[in-house]
C-alpha cells in the first residue's frame, strides 16, 4: 500500500456515496436462506443459512469439500441453487417467480452480478490484457464508461492496491500476491455492495501472503460488507466480525471470533481447529 487514501473512493469511481448502515434500511444486506445445491446424487449444501450485515466481514472455516467454495459461487449467482434464496438488500436475486422460481436468464444474472464482487484463488485475469487493461475491462463492457474514463479510474484504483508502478505488465510479469492485487481491484472499480473472496490466499507463496490480506483489512477498515472463506485463522480472529465453520454441506458453528476461537460449542469445530493450530 502507497498511502492511506481510502480504496473505496466515490470521488473516484463516479457512484453516489453509500448511506450508512444506520440510514440505509434494516436487516442484512447478503442473505443466505436455506441454501441446498447438489451435483448428481452428491448434496454439496444442505440448507445454508445465514445473513451478513452492512460493514461486517464474515469469515467461513472448514475442511475441504465442505461446501464453501460452492457456497460462495452460489452467493455470486454463478451456480443455480436448487432449493432457498440468495437475497440481496432483502430482495431474492438469480430468480424469479415464487413455488418453483425459474433462474433469471444470463444478461439479468450478469446485472445482478454487478452489485457482488467476487475474487478467486486462481485471479482469473486475461493474460493478453495488462493489469490496467484487466481492471478496465469491466468498467468500459458491463458499467459503459469511456475507455479514457475506464483508465483513469482504473489506475487510481491500482495506486491504491500498491500496483500503481505495475500497470503495464501483464499477469506474466507479476507475482501472485500482485496478480490477486489486480483481482481485487478489478472487483472494486464496479463498486459492490458486498465482496466475496474465495480463500484468496491460498495459491500464493507464504511471502506473499500478508500484502494481499492487508488490502483485505484496509476495506474492512473502511467499511466494505465481506464474505472470506479462507485457512487465514490470524485474519478471521483480527478482521472478522463473526465466523463460521462449515461442514459436509452445513454451518455447524456461528459466533464472534471470541466465542468461535475461544468457547467453541461444537466438538467438531473443536477439532477443526485443533488440526489447524
Known amino acids: 500500500m502507497t498511502d492511506h487514501k481510502p480504496l473505496l473512493d466515490p470521488a473516484l469511481l463516479g457512484t453516489e456515496?453509500?448511506?450508512?448502515?444506520?440510514?440505509?434500511?434494516?436487516?442484512?444486506?447478503?442473505?443466505?436462506?436455506?441454501?441446498?445445491?447438489?451435483?448428481?446424487?452428491?448434496?454439496?449444501l444442505?440448507?445454508?443459512?445465514?445473513?451478513?450485515?452492512?460493514?461486517?466481514?464474515k469469515a467461513v472455516l472448514g475442511p475441504s469439500g465442505s461446501g464453501k467454495s460452492t457456497m460462495l459461487r452460489c452467493l455470486a449467482l454463478l451456480e443455480p441453487i436448487d432449493g432457498g434464496e440468495v437475497r440481496l438488500e432483502g430482495r431474492t436475486v438469480g430468480v424469479r417467480g415464487s413455488g418453483r422460481?425459474?433462474?433469471?436468464?444470463?444478461?439479468?444474472?450478469?446485472?445482478?452480478?454487478r452489485d457482488i464482487g467476487m475474487v478467486f484463488q486462481k485471479f482469473n485475469l486475461f493474460p493478453h490484457l495488462t493489469?490496467?487493461?484487466?481492471?478496465?475491462?469491466?468498467?468500459?463492457?458491463?458499467?459503459?464508461?469511456?475507455?479514457?474514463?475506464?483508465?483513469?479510474?482504473?489506475?487510481?484504483?491500482?495506486?491504491?492496491?500498491?500496483?500503481?508502478a505495475r500497470t503495464r505488465f501483464y499477469p506474466s510479469e507479476l507475482s501472485g500476491g500482485q496478480q490477486q492485487r489486480v483481482a481485487i481491484a478489478r472487483a472494486l472499480v464496479m463498486n459492490p455492495k458486498v465482496m466475496l473472496f474465495d480463500e484468496p490466499t491460498s495459491a500464493l507463496d507464504p511471502e506473499l501472503v500478508?500484502?494481499?490480506?492487508?488490502?483485505?483489512?484496509?476495506?474492512?477498515?473502511?467499511?466494505?460488507?465481506?464474505?472470506?472463506?479462507?485457512?487465514?485463522?490470524?485474519f478471521a480472529k483480527r478482521v472478522a466480525s463473526r465466523v463460521i465453520m462449515m461442514d459436509e454441506g452445513e454451518i455447524v458453528e456461528d459466533g464472534t471470533p471470541t466465542e468461535f476461537f475461544g468457547s467453541p460449542r461444537h466438538e467438531r469445530t473443536r477439532r477443526f481447529l485443533e488440526a489447524v493450530h
Open 131 to 164: 493489469a490496467l487493461g484487466n481492471v478496465m475491462l469491466g468498467l468500459t463492457e458491463v458499467r459503459g464508461r469511456s475507455k479514457e474514463d475506464a483508465a483513469q479510474i482504473a489506475g487510481d484504483m491500482l495506486e491504491r492496491v500498491g500496483l500503481g
Open 101 to 113: 422460481p425459474a433462474r433469471l436468464p444470463e444478461r439479468e444474472l450478469a446485472h445482478q452480478r
Open 46 to 57: 444442505r440448507g445454508v443459512s445465514f445473513g451478513v450485515e452492512r460493514g461486517d466481514v
Open 17 to 44: 456515496v453509500v448511506e450508512p448502515a444506520s440510514t440505509a434500511g434494516s436487516g442484512p444486506l447478503l442473505e443466505a436462506v436455506d441454501i441446498r445445491k447438489r451435483y448428481g446424487r452428491n448434496e454439496v
Open 210 to 234: 500478508g500484502e494481499v490480506l492487508a488490502v483485505m483489512e484496509e476495506l474492512a477498515r473502511e467499511g466494505m460488507t465481506m464474505v472470506v472463506v479462507t485457512h487465514e485463522i490470524g
